[in-house]
């Protein structure tokens, strides 16, 4: 009873902070859904019981800054600091707010108290952007009047203007754009961009997905898509042959048939991705070491295979490990020089991250044969993603 005594007979710009109701020395170090400046003490208990969602305040009694919250103190990390008092309003009389102890203002507003009888509701910010397509779903946090609000649409899109808060409570007017999904859409997005790593978003049955790609030739007007490799691709045209079919012995082929026929082997760094379906260029060489060119999964060798069990020499790896991607299962490999070639295996991993082949066969030594992709197909990964700092995630610049 001394308690309400002592805040009713104060007038609400009494400064002096000895309530019972107060725990001095503290500071609630959450974020604050709300922030006044230059009130008084019982001004900032006042705005408190005046909007809906308050329950505790902290106030700094130097500067006057009177900061709301949405729980009581107690679910809150304080700390020690002696310029703030902390206060919960289940602590204070009602009776403070005068005729907006029932008031019905909506949660981004303040009740202010303008008879016995009467009141007003006075915005004080906005709330949530709400269950819009293609844009985050409604929080129900107030943001104050100018506050900016960052990434608004979901994962993959970006909102078409700079959304703010406005005096009247309402969200700038926004659409939300799809991010790029490839190189080129990248360089009209922002043509400060330049080759490197970036996220860019594929479209798959209505759901976009995020994905890492390497663009290159950002300056020109041909940007090409890569996908980086972190582990060893190869393609292997094998430079070694049978001297024996009966012992399976091998040696290295004649330099002639080395160079005649491209034997040799293609180590992949990276490896270019059609735009459309994920679908592989297979004879892109831009990133890649070789003797002689090999396309991506491809595998062949100079020996002819009658009546012997020798194992093919030919070999190739796709390993998409530590990528945004897995293989496809729908790709295609078919044999090249048939029916003197073999395709002895085609591996999937479980995960479908690596596939192996084991490809050779010629109809005579001059003639090299083995096996070739028709159509590599790259899916993304749905339990993997490299780390999100390895790559830039788009900031478009609007016009």
């Not at 005046?50 to 305040?57: G, I, K, L, M, P």
Request: aromatic share 12%; glycine share 6%; proline share 4%.
């Amino acid at each position: 009873m001394l308690a309400y005594v002592s805040v009713i007979m104060c007038h609400e710009t009494c400064t002096h902070l000895q309530y019972p109701q107060l725990q001095h020395g503290e500071q609630i170090t959450n974020d604050s859904y709300l922030v006044f400046d230059d009130l008084y003490p019982l001004q900032c208990v006042k705005t408190c019981i005046s909007s809906f969602v308050c329950h505790a305040f902290d106030y700094n009694v130097r500067t006057g800054t009177c900061s709301l919250y949405r729980r009581p103190s107690g679910d809150y990390v304080t700390g020690e600091n002696l310029n703030y008092v902390i206060g919960d309003v289940a602590d204070w009389p009602r009776s403070l707010a005068g005729s907006c102890v029932y008031h019905t203002c909506p949660v981004n507003a303040l009740c202010s108290a303008i008879s016995s009888s009467r009141y007003v509701c006075d915005v004080v910010g906005c709330l949530g952007t709400g269950d819009k397509t293609n844009t985050l779903s409604g929080d129900p946090a107030v943001f104050q009047v100018g506050y900016e609000l960052g990434d608004v649409c979901k994962e993959g899109y970006y909102a078409n203007t700079t959304v703010v808060c406005q005096h009247d409570g309402n969200w700038t007017a926004f659409t939300c754009l799809r991010l790029p999904s490839n190189c080129a859409e990248l360089q009209s997005c922002n043509t400060s961009y330049r080759d490197g790593e970036y996220w860019l978003y594929h479209s798959d049955q209505g759901t976009v997905k995020r994905m890492k790609i390497f663009c290159y030739n950002m300056t020109t007007l041909n940007a090409k898509d890569y996908v980086t490799l972190p582990y060893f691709n190869f393609a292997s045209r094998s430079r070694y042959v049978y001297s024996n079919y009966s012992t399976c012995t091998t040696v290295l082929a004649d330099p002639d048939t080395i160079a005649d026929h491209k034997l040799g082997d293609t180590e992949y760094l990276k490896v270019q991705l059609r735009r459309s379906k994920l679908r592989i260029a297979r004879g892109d060489t831009t990133f890649a070491n070789y003797t002689h060119k090999t396309f991506y999964g491809t595998a062949g060798d100079a020996n002819i295979f009658v009546n012997t069990t020798c194992p093919a020499l030919g070999q190739f790896r796709i390993d998409l490990r530590n990528t945004s991607f897995t293989v496809n299962r729908t790709s295609e490999w078919i044999l090249h020089l048939s029916p003197w070639s073999v395709m002895e295996n085609i591996t999937f991993s479980s995960n479908n991250q690596i596939v192996d082949g084991l490809c050779g066969g010629a109809r005579k030594p001059n003639k090299p044969g083995g096996c070739r992709s028709s159509n590599v197909f790259f899916e993304i990964n749905n339990h993997y993603q490299p780390d999100l700092k390895s790559a830039v995630i788009p900031r478009c610049v609007m016009n």
